[in-house]
């Protein structure tokens, strides 16, 4: 059993910067490690769409190609957290962004535990 609690959404104008953090709390005989970790966006009427993703020990990552070149995706084992730095904002960022965990990896993971979300607005 994973939970998941996103942190430090916000309003940031185009152009700007903005630091999404998600801590675990990890259960069941397993560690933070087990798992690799994405984030996910989902704006107003529309489907909700992968972000990035980072394996278990941070070694790889996998990103988006609308994220590409502006958001980094990072983790902290020790401290059992996940970041995505998002620099160049634009305002079709604007989105409810979630953390996720999944015991595998990459763009066909299935993730089993989600975070409530942190909405993010850039104003234009």
């Known amino acids: 059993q994973v939970q998941l609690v996103e942190s430090g959404g916000g309003l940031v104008q185009a152009g700007g910067s903005l630091r999404l953090s998600c801590g675990a709390s990890?259960?069941?005989?397993?560690?933070?490690?087990?798992?690799?970790m994405g984030w996910f966006r989902q704006a107003p009427g529309k489907e909700r769409e992968f972000v990035a993703t980072?394996?278990?020990?941070?070694?790889?990552?996998l990103y988006a190609d609308f994220v590409k070149g502006r958001f980094t995706i990072s983790r902290d084992n020790a401290k059992n957290t996940v970041s995505l730095q998002m620099n160049s904002l634009k305002s079709e960022d604007t989105a409810v962004y979630y953390c996720?965990?999944?015991?595998?990896?990459?763009?066909?993971?299935?993730?089993?535990?989600w975070g409530q979300g942190s909405q993010v607005t850039v104003s234009s």
């Open positions: 996720a965990a999944t015991l595998d990896y990459g763009l066909a993971a299935h993730y089993e535990y």
């Open positions: 990890v259960g069941s005989g397993r560690t933070f490690t087990d798992y690799s």
């Open positions: 980072i394996s278990w020990t941070g070694g790889r990552t």
